[in-house]
């Protein structure tokens, strides 16, 4: 039924910033903890950040601590996921997903995400 779409991605400078945007379509009557995951080529696809479904708690990834944000409108149905400083290491496809449960799981894992967008592409070149 929900349906996520991602955008934003593209082309990035060593040190710039990006900022990625993440609408579910679709009637919500239950607002998620949502997470953003990143798949580099060759690697297995990690955790970025997370965020509750109040918005009131968020978590991070350490490589990503201090320079990513996750941020939510709830009446947009949409989460965002602001870069920056960003690094060529950052460079990968970036999942948008839809948790099942209210709140952030105490260890992140794809596991605990049912609903995932199709990935957009982040490429920071040096």
């Known amino acids: 039924q929900v349906q996520l779409v991602e955008s934003g991605g593209g082309l990035v400078q060593a040190g710039g910033s990006r900022r990625l945007a993440c609408v579910a379509s679709g009637r919500t009557f239950t607002n998620y903890a949502m997470g953003w995951f990143r798949q580099a080529p060759g690697k297995e696809r990690e955790f970025v950040a997370a965020?509750?479904?109040?918005?009131?708690?968020?978590y991070y990834a350490e490589s990503v601590k201090g320079r990513f944000t996750i941020s939510r409108d709830n009446a947009k149905n949409t989460v965002y996921l602001q870069m920056n400083t960003l690094k060529p290491e950052d460079t990968a496809v970036y999942y948008c997903a839809r948790s099942y449960y209210i709140w952030i799981p105490s260890i992140p894992s794809e596991k605990d995400y049912g609903v995932w967008g199709q990935g957009t592409q982040v490429t920071v070149s040096s």
């Open positions: 965020i509750s479904g109040n918005a009131g708690s968020t």
